[in-house]
């Protein structure tokens, strides 16, 4: 029998990543820059390479996308439900507009069908539908109650159940467990009205249970909910006012007023009303209380805790969000889901109920749709949208209305990264037989423009010139090509406008290397240039380079054009570039550090060299903060000089002047700049040099360097001109790949952010990098104090054997192996992989378990050390013939004198840390694992 292959799953690489960028891109049709940048970066070879936009949170698979325009009548919809019609893969859509109300059938082949004769019932907008049994829908419309059967072969429905309300006006109702509650506008005053659906439908079947509870202000937002202690009936409503009600329900005795809670937050303005938008209750069975979450109006998500006691309900220990800039819509799948979702602007959040969770156990994701069938990636701007059903996993269907396009989508629950890959428009080069993109290199975010410069270098195949040899394509040339491509933010938000890319091809061989941005600035006048640097190898010849000078401007369709104002060739590659200010720039032509002064003459560009030094090495990376300009050298490491003024006669009045340097040669590949909130604690590492001047607090704390090996070293930036060149390093790491690109920007979202662990010991928690096989570290400075008791959980997790319940092997029976202190006071070069933490390692401690196996790798290490402290005595401090310590040891320092008791370690390093009384084993654990859970949560 014949064998053969066949595709069975394309896998796309990431890899490699050479560059990376962090951008807030604005849209034309969104309107104003997100608050929040995104992370771009350059991935994939050719044919495959794109900018990727990385993305984390649940993916939502688009299953159904069609366009509803001419069928519903209607432009939008500020409502919709979809419900089962009782047949498998068969929908009713329900689309409500201001006075007036659209259903849609969807049949099992995803053929859609207005129902347009619905009964002289129908009058004004839809306020709920919902599905009580079989294909019987509960209608409600602003003037109406109405229970019957919908469908497209249906005649009009005969209502079996109708109550209606010709002098009010319904303004929002809920429903569960056969009980209705609606919120009605009569006149001035507005009520409260529950109604009963009985278990045999009728005319008389709906029945009102409780007297109307008059309203002191107009109701925004209603739910009802059981509650899983007593299983009782709620009601929970928010009104103009900024009050939430709660109601208890029998259906006996009617309506009961239970609490008044005033949104109220001290992180809100005080005497000022926030009013609820949408509502909602989440609950999960091994949590005792509910979770009541609001959407507020300016786009805030507010959470309080439903606390039942006998006969009192009380909302309690209040947190608050904000997720957006405009109104939060809520919506859950029926009641007792754990699950809820939210949509502000063109944002979708997951809002899950998770007992793993601390404090309210709430947890927050964003939600990104995606095709998998058309691979569109576009995130809608939904008008209107519902939860259609979740499990007991927290997955769900969601539908929307993105303008006039119909979405249902099924949503994930498990949190991801989810990329966006945005396509390299270069297909118009040369070479049109082959329609690649090339591989991209060098990404950069221009502010003034809104989109991206791409470097990119692409192969070709030069077919041969001989007539004889063209049908032999083998025997043709291969060739690359530098390719510059800008692509405007209309192009990234994936919008249908006339902008395209402005695609520049470079000369054969000739790569793109370094790009900047100028606004050069005289008397007034500016101009926007975007300086590229080149290389290139002529034929029998040294390599040489090129700078570019594009003037850029934006255009009236979106795009972004270029003019080309000036090209100067150079004798040696021109592998970095940096703007200084208004007027200056800084290059590295190989091992040669320049600095040049852009004017105009005549009306003519010209650009003249100021002053320059030699590199005992090429300058791979600048970066300028006058009057300090920082050069990443290939073997020299770091390489800082100053740009100083020369009175020298027949100069061009400055010069450059070498400031300071890294005390090690490295292979450095890239730099970042960092400022530390040092405050009192850091001022032992303030600065250790020889001052002469007055040391200048703009400066930088830190400089943090990688090198081609895998190192991050942090540097110690001097705060004047010192005596001597040489910096010490403050720490170093050790990763498996090589860090090609660091940047420093907030792009946690507001969820995510950990500004209240900074009292807790953490510096700086926004440093991203990126390797070239395709992996992204996020990388955060902390304290000494942080630090020995991450380092401690470090080493139980690499030393324990979790899934034994015998003694720990190997060297954790001894003090040092456990205690980082010690490992702190070791010189960094004689540390083994340096000083740095790994986060992936202590991720393991975030399992459903954690704390209990923390706890029980702590009390197996004191076993094996109190079993080892009966044949090993304790260190002698007068002893002569060991080296003598420099610091006072752990077991000094403890009252209790064990210098074995690892916990006791353990106790005393987090209570340091976080400054609490410290008393068991358990409450050090509590708050170790508190810090891991906010410290390790993902950055995007």
Request: with cysteine.
């Amino acid at each position: 029998m014949a064998m053969g292959a066949a595709v069975f799953e394309r896998l796309a690489d990431w890899s490699p990543i050479f560059d990376l960028a962090v951008a807030a891109i604005g849209s034309r049709e969104l309107g104003p820059k997100s608050q929040r940048p995104s992370l771009y970066v350059t991935s994939g070879r050719q044919p495959y390479g794109a900018v990727t936009e990385l993305r984390y949170g649940s993916g939502a698979d688009t299953i159904i996308e069609m366009d509803a325009s001419g069928l519903l009548g209607m432009a939008s919809a500020t409502g919709l439900w979809a419900l089962p019609t009782g047949n498998d893969q068969e929908t009713i859509v329900f689309f409500s507009s201001p006075g007036h109300t659209a259903i849609l059938y969807l049949s099992e082949t995803l053929e859609a069908e207005p129902v347009n004769d619905i009964g002289d019932y129908a009058d004004g907008a839809t306020v709920l539908a919902v599905l009580v049994m079989d294909r019987h829908i509960l209608h409600i419309m602003e003037h109406s109650i109405f229970v019957g059967v919908f469908g497209p072969t249906e005649p009009p429905p005969d209502p079996m159940a109708i109550i209606r309300f010709p002098d009010s006006k319904i303004l929002c109702a809920a429903y569960t467990k056969r009980v209705i509650i609606v919120a009605v506008q009569e006149q001035d005053a507005a009520f409260l009205q529950v109604y009963a659906l009985g278990e045999r439908l009728g005319t008389e079947d709906i029945r009102l249970i409780a007297q109307p509870f008059r309203l002191d202000s107009d109701p925004t937002c209603l739910v009802l909910f059981e509650n899983q202690q007593n299983d009782s009936l709620y009601a929970a409503l928010g009104l103009r006012n900024g009050l939430i009600h709660l109601f208890a329900i029998d259906h006996t005795t009617g309506l009961h007023h239970r609490h008044a809670h005033y949104i109220m937050h001290s992180s809100l303005q005080p005497f000022q009303t926030f009013i609820a938008e949408s509502i909602a209750v989440l609950s999960h069975p091994k949590r005792a209380n509910d979770l009541l979450v609001c959407g507020l109006r300016d786009g805030r998500l507010y959470v309080a805790e439903v606390l039942v006691r006998d006969n009192e309900t009380v909302l309690q220990t209040s947190t608050i969000t904000q997720l957006g800039e405009g109104p939060l819509r809520l919506s859950q799948a029926g009641t007792r889901s754990s699950v809820a979702f939210a949509t502000c602007g063109s944002d979708t959040f997951r809002v899950g109920f998770d007992p793993g969770f601390e404090g309210e156990g709430l947890s927050l994701s964003n939600v990104w749709f995606y095709n998998t069938q058309t691979h569109d990636q576009h995130q809608p701007a939904m008008s209107s949208f519902c939860a259609l059903w979740s499990d007991a996993d927290g997955n769900a269907t969601l539908g929307g209305l993105d303008k006039s396009v119909l979405l249902i989508a099924q949503v994930w629950s498990e949190l991801r990264v989810i990329p966006r890959r945005l396509p390299l428009d270069v297909e118009d080069l040369n070479d049109t037989s082959d329609n690649s993109v090339g591989t991209p290199i060098k990404i950069h975010y221009s502010s003034y423009l809104d989109a991206m410069v791409i470097g990119s270098v692409r192969y070709e195949w030069v077919p041969p010139t001989s007539p004889e040899t063209r049908h032999a394509a083998w025997k043709g040339k291969r060739r690359s090509r530098g390719v510059l491509q800008i692509m405007p933010s209309a192009k990234v938000h994936g919008e249908e406008v006339a902008a395209e890319s402005t695609v520049v091809d470079l000369d054969p061989g000739e790569l793109v290397k370094s790009i900047a941005e100028l606004t050069l600035d005289l008397g007034g006048t500016r101009w926007h240039f975007l300086l590229v640097g080149t290389s290139f190898q002529p034929k029998d010849d040294d390599p040489g380079g090129r700078v570019f000078f594009f003037e850029s401007a934006r255009t009236k369709d979106g795009g972004v054009r270029l003019e080309t104002r000036k090209i100067s060739d150079l004798d040696r590659p021109v592998t970095a570039i940096a703007s200084y200010d208004k007027t200056k720039f800084v290059l590295c032509t190989d091992n040669k550090l320049s600095v040049y002064e852009l004017t105009v003459v005549s009306g003519r560009f010209k650009w003249k060299q100021l002053c320059s030094t030699p590199l005992l090495s090429s300058g791979l990376h600048i970066t300028a903060a006058p009057p300090l300009i920082y050069v990443s050298t290939a073997s020299d490491s770091l390489q800082v000089f100053t740009l100083a003024k020369d009175d020298t006669a027949d100069t061009s009045g400055v010069k450059l002047e070498r400031s300071f340097s890294d005390s090690r040669a490295r292979d450095a590949e890239c730099h970042l700049l960092v400022s530390l909130p040092w405050g009192e604690t850091g001022q032992q590492f303030r600065n250790p040099l020889g001052l002469h001047e007055e040391p200048v607090d703009e400066c930088p704390d830190l400089v943090l360097v990688a090198d081609r090996a895998g190192g991050i070293a942090g540097l110690l930036h001097p705060k004047a001109r010192a005596n001597q060149y040489a910096v010490p390093t403050v720490f170093e790491g050790k990763l498996l790949q090589s860090v090609t690109r660091l940047v420093q920007a907030d792009i946690r979202p507001p969820w995510r952010r950990i500004e209240d662990l900074k009292a807790s010991g953490v510096l700086v928690d926004n440093i991203i990098g990126s390797t070239t096989d395709g992996t992204v570290y996020s990388f955060t400075i902390v304290n000494e104090e942080l630090w020995c008791v991450l380092k401690y959980l470090e080493n139980l997790v690499k030393k324990v054997k979790w899934m034994h319940t015998d003694l720990p092997e190997g060297d954790l029976n001894t003090p040092s192996a456990i205690d980082p202190e010690r490992e702190f006071l070791t010189p960094l070069r004689q540390r083994k992989g340096g000083s740095h933490i790994n986060g992936d390692l202590l991720e393991r401690l975030l399992a459903e378990d954690g704390l209990d196996l923390l706890i029980d790798a702590i009390e197996l290490a004191r076993v094996a050390n109190s079993v080892k402290s009966d044949s090993e005595p304790k260190p002698d401090s007068s002893s002569t013939d060991s080296e003598p310590e420099q610091h006072t040891s752990s077991w000094e320092k403890y009252p209790s004198g064990n210098w074995e008791d690892v916990a006791q370690i353990f106790m005393a390093h987090v209570r340091k840390t976080t400054d609490k009384q410290i008393d068991s084993l358990e409450e050090a654990a509590e708050q170790a694992m508190h810090l891991l859970r906010r410290l390790l949560q993902p950055t995007l």
